[in-house]
């Protein structure tokens, strides 16, 4: 069904026709069982066009095949009947109150990396990418960005000041969806997660109306923005962080064979649980369909001798075939750990887990990744493990609505294939990554990572949010009670 379809709820029209709640409102659905959209004239089209300080992009225009596409392509579809590409917070109020008022379904986008496609809509698609100015202030020590400001954008602007966030690896996602749904990178074991930076916003809520939320303004809505998922309570249109000083680093990227993955995979377990804070750690496995590989990823706020000390149990378990071990400057580490991943066409599942891992579940990671069916795409099939705990385990489990706080490792499989893959490689993939998620699933815990979004998952709402999903539905009852923001996992 189309992604604006938000309880799967299907009732009967006094017509007989079949209908589904979308919005908050009863839609009748046509006969391929999509949902009749309202139809703005074109009058409306070029009104909204004229009231704009940024520009409406409509089917056939320029840029709109490119503008229109999600991250995720496997979203793809159906396009969006206008985009509209914001200049000013102005321009935000006016999108969302012009939609609103023609019962219009909307999305707003900032990077549109979106895992399960919920930054897309088949109505109005409110694009704030070219809302990207990101300002910072030595003497507050605080950064001031815009919600499409990247993670390129926003490392570029604090490095003369030589301070930082806990921002992403991938350098085009946007600052707003990254902190919305908690968001963390190589140094949340030192500063935590991107929400718990965040000192204050600005957001624009379904009466079109800006409200600024902090500790002592809107302080509920404040509560729910650290952690309570893009989309759900309206566009935030300007963030604020608390900056960290930052030192230099020392880096390491392995590789091995994957006849080696699960004694190097619990020798890295191992090294996490004996490291300081000040260490980060990504592991994992993938496949491309014809070979495997196990790779180790990670930074130490310290010397390169300390990190070397650090690694000697997991260099002595097994020889890398690839190995860096070196000091580097905060940016240049950063540089070198951008990758944007996946790509084209994927899903993604996620799991926390709350225990260390026994050799079985290594077993069993080994085994699943070996039996990955393959596709077009290259980045293929795989599992990774971020380590969690340290600085995000110190945050108490109710101070924001992120509620991951016990975790030790953040668990993601993913599978992914191309728009020129067959059908039966599709469903190969997905049948792969079902049963590979069954059998590891054991392992871990219930929840699951709400910027991970998984449209299969049944009880996301104790997955994503636990014990925190009762006030969120309080606070969107408050600002949103007619559902205007809506998506199929929306609050």
């Known amino acids: 069904m189309p992604d604006t379809i938000t309880r799967r709820r299907f009732v009967r029209t006094a017509a007989g026709a079949a209908g589904v709640l979308l919005g908050g409102r009863l839609v009748e659905l046509d006969a391929l069982g999509r949902p009749r959209l309202p139809q703005p004239s074109e009058r409306a089209w070029r009104a909204l066009a004229r009231d704009l300080d940024g520009r409406l992009v409509r089917p056939g225009d320029r840029d709109f095949a490119r503008l229109r596409l999600p991250w995720n392509r496997r979203y793809a579809d159906p396009p969006p009947m206008g985009i509209v590409r914001c200049a000013t917070e102005r321009d935000v109020q006016r999108a969302l109150r012009w939609a609103r008022d023609r019962r219009l379904p909307l999305a ?71 902190t919305l749904g908690g968001g963390f990178g190589f140094s949340s074991r030192r500063l935590g997660l991107t929400c718990d930076a965040l000192e204050a916003a600005r957001i624009v809520t379904a009466d079109g109306e800006v409200r600024t939320c902090s500790a002592t303004e809107n302080p509920d809505l404040f509560w729910a923005l650290r952690g309570g998922g893009g989309g759900n309570f309206g566009i935030v249109t300007q963030l604020r962080f608390r900056t960290s000083p930052l030192g230099d680093v020392a880096l390491y990227d392995l590789a091995w064979d994957a006849r ?61 075939a690839r190995q860096l071990i070196a000091q580097r400057t905060f940016w240049q580490a950063k540089e070198h750990f951008f990758h944007s991943t996946p790509v084209d066409r994927f899903a993604v599942r996620s799991a926390f887990v709350t225990e260390p891992l026994p050799e079985a579940a290594f077993d069993a990671i080994a085994r699943g990744v070996a039996r990955y069916p393959g596709s077009r795409n290259r980045d293929g099939g795989g599992v990774a493990l971020f380590a969690w705990g340290g600085a995000i385990g110190r945050v108490p489990v109710d101070a924001t609505a992120f509620v991951h706080r016990d975790a030790v490792w953040l668990m993601a499989l993913d599978a992914s294939w191309t728009g020129r893959d067959t059908r039966r490689t599709v469903r190969r993939n997905l049948d792969w990554l079902a049963r590979l998620d069954d059998e590891v699933r054991p392992f871990a815990s219930s929840q699951a990572y709400q910027n991970f979004p998984d449209r299969s998952l049944k009880d996301w709402r104790t997955a ?28």
């Open 108 to 178: 707003a986008r900032s990077g549109g990396h979106s895992y399960a496609g919920f930054s897309t809509t088949p109505g109005l698609l409110i694009d704030l990418g070219g809302m990207h100015r990101v300002d910072v202030d030595d003497a507050t020590g605080t950064l001031t960005c815009d919600p499409g400001a990247r993670n390129t954008m926003i490392y570029a602007a604090l490095q003369p000041h030589e301070v930082g966030i806990s921002a992403g690896r991938c350098p085009t996602v946007a600052v707003a969806g990254l």
């Open 260 to 320: 080696h993955a699960p004694a190097v995979m619990a020798a890295l377990q191992e090294m996490v649980r004996a490291a300081p804070d000040r260490l980060s750690c990504r592991m994992g496995m993938g496949s491309d369909g014809r070979a495997a590989t196990v790779t180790a990823l990670g930074q130490l706020f310290g010397p390169v001798e300390e990190l070397r000390t650090l690694l000697e149990p997991v260099l002595a378990t097994a020889r890398p």
């Open 464 to 491: 994503y949010y636990g014990t925190a999903y009762p006030r969120l539905r309080a606070i969107k009852r408050a600002v949103d009670p007619d559902g205007v923001f809506a998506f199929p996992q929306a609050v």
